[in-house]
């Protein structure tokens, strides 16, 4: 109470440190479930001549299953996929017509193939450039979405960097308004700490309230920061669900409000204890 004004601004500046740090996680959050959905429909798809037998198709699904890389693997027969076909088609009176005329089924049978993240199509893919089952494959779809995988696996490894960097930023930041405060906190108490210090009082002794301090200063700055995300975080929802309909940030944000209270209780006492650690044990041998 005495360093009023130094400690407002101490909890005002990890306050809005840990705030950017909760959107930082929110923002992980979304990007996650935004990928998730983006990798939920991207596939390649393996074509099968249509001589090719029943029995070999269902004998590479399974080989593809032991695959580490593959997450899922769906048969497509010839007939699902004249019926998928006509399904898509059903308002097109021509196509539906040509088919008549055709009489037999010229569609293929296929795999749809997921894999576990996208950077591992390019291997699923070369299982296929076997010669044993080339015989077999009409077409493999993976040059045709290579881009848009390619293209997703970078966003992906661009967004983790940022996170990271960003984190580490705001971390240094918070680090060092702390250790600084409680450097002039120091300053401001001097006469206090020499007469501690003539009087025989141990360097733990003369820590330990600034150490608290700078603890307490972060757990106020978590219950702040807090308080101050759950309205800005409601009125973006709307927009949010606009653009991602699947993720209700709002929601996930309620659902999960005790453990990122705890994730920014645990960020703001330790950088502020840490720092105030720091700061002390540097005067006291300085």
């Known amino acids: 109470m005495r360093n009023g ?23 992980n959050v979304l990007m996650d479930s935004t990928v998730a959905t983006l990798e939920d429909k991207i596939d390649i798809t393996v ?6 037998p029943e029995d070999e198709i269902l004998n590479i699904q399974r080989s593809l299953q032991t695959l580490n890389e593959v997450r899922e693997v769906a048969y497509i027969s010839q007939t699902e996929a004249l019926e998928i076909f006509k ?16 009489g037999d089924n010229p569609l293929e049978a296929s795999l749809n ?5 996208p950077d591992q199509y390019a291997q699923i893919a070369a299982y296929f450039e076997n010669p044993v089952l080339g015989r077999y494959i009409s077409n493999v779809s993976y040059a ?7 293209r997703l696996t970078s966003i992906i490894s661009n967004i983790n960097r940022i996170g990271f960097m960003a984190t580490v930023v705001l971390v240094l930041v918070a680090g060092l308004v702390v250790f600084n405060t409680i450097r ?8 206090e700490i020499g007469i501690m210090r003539a009087v025989g009082a141990s360097n733990s002794f003369v820590r330990g309230p600034f150490v608290v301090q ?4 972060g757990a106020i700055a978590a219950i ?63």
């Open 5 to 27: 004004l130094l400690t407002t601004t101490t909890v005002a500046i990890i306050t809005i440190s840990l705030t950017v740090f909760l959107y930082l996680i929110l923002l």
């Open 214 to 217: 700078g603890i307490i200063s």
């Open 224 to 286: 702040f920061s807090l308080f101050i995300a759950i309205p800005s975080v409601y009125s973006v929802n709307p927009y949010i669900a606009q653009a991602i309909p699947e993720f209700d940030i709002f929601r996930y944000f309620l659902t999960h409000i005790h453990l990122l209270f705890i994730y920014l209780l645990l960020a703001g006492v330790i950088v502020s204890g840490f720092s105030s650690f720091i700061a002390v044990r540097r005067y006291l041998h300085g």
């Open 184 to 191: 002039l906190a120091i300053y401001a108490s001097r006469e």
């Open 87 to 102: 399904e898509r088609h059903a308002g097109d009176e021509a196509i539906i017509q040509a088919l008549r005329e055709i």
């Open 144 to 150: 045709e979405n290579q881009v848009v995988i390619d």
């Open 113 to 117: 193939i997921k894999a576990n993240r």
């Open 47 to 52: 074509s099968f001549k249509t001589i090719t």
